[in-house]
């Protein structure tokens, strides 16, 4: 019995004996490009939340590189979910929360990607110095401030375009009824003048000046975004932000370029429509800050979180392009605010008219009388409806008459002379009208069968 207990304990012996010699035969051994093959347990600890690397070889710092990519990688998702649930609350995006690629160049350097300041982008940027014959000149002093008599405020700018010096801003800010000011940051008040031209395909209207007002610059445009900017070049808008009265430089990168309208990630806010969207390295004004859309459905939201969507951040950013415009259509700045007034109080119409439907012909929106609406609601609130055929005579006059009506704003719209930029919002209501006129006319001809 005692000798077979001693034969275990001598093969337990034999075999740790046998397992330590191999592993220091492994650990002194050497693989085909001369390194030591070392087994995993060699890697050092992290503590303290440095790296100990005061001993590992070469070989080892590669592979605890690789292990700790794969968790930074598995941290950086989590991080990236939570930034996207701080934006949808209305917290801001932190940039470069971990740095997620890391290259070996070293025994103890570690470097990352090149980031936008690598290329030649500065952070938090309050100034751009524009070149003119008199030296370098801050580009704010070519932007002007749009304020209107009846409150807020929009932005434009004075640019050299082929040559030629121009007021330029959005089609929008100057197509308005009321009164407004323009004035420079410092003070000066401008006139607009009566007579602009505008981009028949887009919203971009500017205004010919002989000389520059009095201390003013004119920013140089751009004549071919395509070739003098790329995806990723800085860029910064300049406006009158929430139509605060004062300029405010927001700064981003050039996302994208489309037919009609460049895309960036400088946040632009109400007030800043007309304010230059100008390309950091070439200082020319690539864009006119024009619109943002904002994805906050839940389809959008839950796209916008995938790892591999373009789209990470609920706002988009928009300025008009300026370099490619085909068609120049000179046009009087009140004639643009009547072609808009018109167009306001049509979709107005509209939403009362959709509003009397959904109610069941009950009820009229408060506000601005639509007198041509309020007698048909009367008529059909007096009708006789106490048998089943005065029922159906005064429900087909309801219907005749929204028809009708529908029909009287329909040929409104199609009457008046409008431009490009408009065209495709009068379109719009014209095909809705429409569609509401033949709908309302075969209900009425349905009633009586």
Not at 143 to 163: C, D, M, R
Not at 252 to 272: C, T
Not at 356 to 365: A, D, G, M, P, V
Request: aromatic share 10%; hydrophobic share 35%; with cysteine.
């Amino acid at each position: 019995m005692k000798k077979r207990i001693f034969e275990k304990i001598f093969l337990i012996i034999f075999t740790l004996s046998f397992s330590y010699a191999y592993a220091e035969a492994q650990a002194n051994s050497t693989d085909s490009k001369g390194e030591k093959e070392y087994p995993k347990y060699i890697f050092k600890p992290i503590q303290n939340d440095e790296l100990d690397i005061k001993d590992l070889r070469p070989y080892e710092k590669r592979r605890l590189i690789s292990d700790l990519k794969k968790r930074l990688e598995e941290h950086a998702k989590e991080v990236e979910r939570i930034a996207f649930k701080l934006e949808d609350l209305g917290v801001p995006k932190v940039e470069n929360l971990l740095t997620k690629n890391f290259d070996f160049v070293g025994e103890k350097t570690y470097k990352s990607e090149k980031t936008a300041s690598d290329k030649g982008e500065t952070k938090d940027i309050k100034i751009v110095m524009i070149d003119t014959p008199n030296g370098a000149v801050d580009a704010k002093r070519a932007v002007l401030v749009v304020s209107y008599a009846e409150g807020g405020g929009a932005t434009a700018f004075i640019g050299e375009y082929k040559g030629k010096y121009f007021i330029m801003t959005n089609i929008h800010v100057v197509a308005v009824k009321t009164t407004f000011k323009v004035a420079t940051v410092s003070g000066v008040n401008v006139p607009f003048t009566s007579a602009a031209f505008i981009g028949d395909d887009r919203d971009i209207c500017i205004m010919p000046i002989d000389t520059l007002p009095e201390g003013m610059i004119a920013l140089p445009i751009s004549e071919d975004i395509i070739a003098s900017a790329k995806e990723g070049d800085g860029v910064v808008a300049l406006g009158n932000s929430l139509a605060g009265g004062v300029v405010l430089t927001s700064q981003g990168s050039l996302l994208s370029v489309g037919p009609d309208v460049v895309e960036l990630n400088a946040p632009i806010f109400r007030g800043n429509s007309g304010g230059p969207i100008i390309h950091l390295e070439s200082k020319k004004v690539i864009g006119v800050s024009s619109h943002l859309r904002v994805a906050n459905g839940e389809l959008e939201k839950n796209t916008r979180q995938m790892e591999n969507s373009p789209i990470k951040a609920e706002t988009r950013f928009f300025g008009t392009r300026i370099d490619n415009v085909s068609n120049w259509t000179p046009v009087q700045t009140a004639e643009l605010a009547n072609i808009a007034d018109e167009l306001s109080t049509s979709i107005e119409r509209y939403t009362r008219i959709r509003f009397f439907i959904e109610r069941n012909y009950t009820s009229i929106l408060e506000g601005s009388s639509y007198s041509e609406l309020d007698k048909i609601a009367y008529k059909y609130a007096n009708a006789q409806r106490g048998n089943q055929l005065g029922y159906k005579l005064a429900t087909r006059d309801l219907y005749d008459d929204i028809s009708k009506l529908c029909s009287l704003e329909c040929n409104k719209l199609k009457k008046r002379k409008v431009y490009g930029y408009f065209q495709k919002e009068y379109n719009r209501y014209i095909s809705l009208f429409s569609d509401m006129r033949d709908d309302f006319s075969g209900r009425a001809r349905a009633v009586m069968k």
